[in-house]
């Protein structure tokens, strides 16, 4: 397949993952949309590595599912530590660093 | 039709893997962000990150491929599921209605951004002749020998990108030590706290030399020591 098609699709689903991060109140499902949106760098990054043949897109996506393992192993913990204390997920009640 | 997609030489099948694994993505994706039960997005995450590593595949990247199952798939959606269990919550209302007309306003924005670079895409792949538009448009010619097997991508990596590679190895090291801080209870911190407050004063009464067992208790023949230094 061209690449175009590729892209159009990483277009759309980095679309989805943001309104995903930005409308849900769920912070566990906020997480799971920023390793959408994630996907959808990945996807962009290996069509464009495919087409001239160049390794590099490979190697940045290795490091960008690194950096996925990093985000969701410590967004993780602090939701839980969140919860610990406040018995809540909610972020719109999340609002302690808002005053 | 065929020949404005530019897929005259694109096979019939390949074009049909292509359109059910994207179908696969976004329906996955969708659902994953719209289902009020926090295990049934989390299922359809797995499945997107499988139609993904499908995907991968087909732009013959076959180490990220196998890498977007193990990690992503595997380990990261385990730790997803874990905290699933934890917190274990039905939401009343998963959408958020609070401030909704400046969220409706962000949705819009990424929404005009990605039709915009969607828009780019489109039209730059129909200028003829074009550099941009020969690379949108390729991707059926087979790519360099070894390109995305473990052994290629690995060369890269090790050849041009070593340094990247060693700052995410800290990086990780430093995501294991951080998650073990913030998820810890405050019981387990005031645990922590009493045992090193009372391994200071076993060490202020014995003086310097004494050996400490891991728990804070004086090591065997301690105890003389410690009177030793009693009378000393």
Known sequence: MPVYAYLLLSFVLFLIGTSGVILRRNALIVLMSIELQLNAGNLAFLSFARAPGDQKGNVFTFFVIALAAAEAAVGLAILVGIFRTRQTANLDEITLMKR | ?232
């Open chain 2, 1 to 232: 039709v065929l020949e404005t997609l530019s897929l005259t030489d694109v096979s019939p099948p390949e074009i049909a893997v292509f359109v059910i694994l994207a179908l696969g993505t976004l329906g996955g994706a969708l659902y994953t962000i719209t289902r009020r039960n926090p295990v049934t997005a989390v299922m359809s995450l797995v499945a997107t990150f499988f139609a993904l590593a499908a995907l991968y595949a087909t732009l013959d990247a076959h180490f990220v491929a196998v890498l977007q199952v193990l990690v992503y798939a595997g380990a990261i959606m385990v730790l997803f599921i874990f905290v699933v269990m934890i917190l274990n919550r039905e939401e009343v209302q998963p959408i958020s209605f609070k401030g909704i007309v400046t969220r409706a306003l962000g949705v819009m924005a990424v929404a005009y951004i990605s039709y915009l670079g969607a828009w780019v895409v489109w039209s730059q792949r129909a200028q003829k002749g074009s550099a941009i538009a020969s690379l949108l448009n390729s991707g059926s010619a087979a790519p360099p020998v070894g390109y995305g097997t473990v052994s290629g991508v690995g060369m890269s990596m090790f050849r041009e990108f070593v340094f990247p590679f060693e700052a995410i190895s800290l990086l990780l090291l430093v995501a294991i030590v951080g998650g073990l801080i913030v998820s810890r209870s405050a019981h387990q911190t005031e645990l922590a706290e009493e045992r090193a407050r009372h391994i200071e004063e076993v060490r202020a009464k014995a003086g310097p030399e004494i050996k400490l067992l891991p728990g804070g208790e004086p090591a065997e023949g301690a105890d003389d020591a410690h009177a030793a230094a009693g009378h000393h």
